[in-house]
T-cell receptor
Framework: DTGVSQDPRHKITKRGQNVTFRCDPI?????LYWYRQTLGQGPEFLTY????????KSRLLSDRFSAERPKGSFSTLEIQRTEQGDSAMYLC???????????FGPGTRLTVL | DAKTTQPNSMESNEEEPVHLPCNHS???????IHWYRQLPSQGPEYVIH???SNVNNRMASLAIAEDRKSSTLILHRATLRDAAVYYC???????????FGQGTRLTINP
């Protein structure tokens, strides 16, 4: 399968714990995006990378959230000191520089107890 | 970001055409109109996009009003697999993020 992959697909954690999600974009896609989706709502943009540079961050991305894309390939999204309000589906997408279309992965569903 | 307005839900029958409307009265000249859909338990999927002229691809057609204040996504012959939430999104030229609204939940009856 050559699509965007995300790991894990599901994560259950206790409030206050740290969690890290991984996204592997489609090979050679320069841009990588993170979105968050809560039940019944459309996805909300969190941040995006062009190669290894993080070029835009949403105000939704509090200090507890950090994203990296160290070698311009896969990316990680870490949430520190999780809160119940962090429970959501975390979606990753990738695209080429020259193309408008974003390709989304299946998401990681986070449940904070 | 310019706002889009879509009906919360629509229903259609299998093998019939479906017209999904979107209003975007505050659209600016450099805003592209994008449509994505999200099937159950999956990430969103690109459907089509356009600027001023009507567009066709293998999945759908996009009809854009002359004043660009509204557009319609047309599925020519709906199948059960087209049941999804459809999002109409305005994306300014050069902008990277997609700003999703609540979309239209499309139900297809067999």
């Amino acid at each position: 399968d050559t699509g965007v992959s995300q790991d894990p697909r599901h994560k259950i954690t206790k409030r206050g714990q740290n969690v890290t999600f991984r996204c592997d974009p489609i090979s050679e896609h320069n841009r990588l995006y993170w979105y968050r989706q809560t039940l019944g709502q459309g996805p909300e943009f969190l941040t995006y990378f062009q190669n290894e540079a993080q070029l835009e961050k949403s105000r939704l991305l509090s200090d507890r959230f950090s994203a990296e894309r160290p070698k311009g390939s896969f990316s990680t999204l870490e949430i520190q000191r999780t809160e119940q309000g962090d429970s959501a589906m975390y979606l990753c997408a990738s695209s080429l520089l020259s193309v408008n279309e974003q390709f989304f992965g299946p998401g990681t569903r986070l449940t904070v107890l | 970001d310019a706002k889009t307005t879509q009906p919360n839900s629509m229903e259609s029958n299998e093998e019939e055409p479906v017209h999904l409307p979107c209003n975007h009265s505050t659209i600016s000249g450099t805003d592209y109109i994008h449509w994505y859909r999200q099937l159950p338990s999956q990430g969103p999927e690109y459907v089509i996009h356009g600027l001023t002229s009507n567009v066709n691809n293998r999945m759908a057609s996009l009809a854009i009003a002359e004043d660009r204040k509204s557009s319609t996504l047309i599925l020519h012959r709906a199948t059960l697999r087209d049941a999804a939430v459809y999002y109409c999104i305005l994306r300014r030229e050069g902008a990277q993020k997609l700003v999703f609204g609540q979309g239209t939940r499309l139900t297809i009856n067999p």
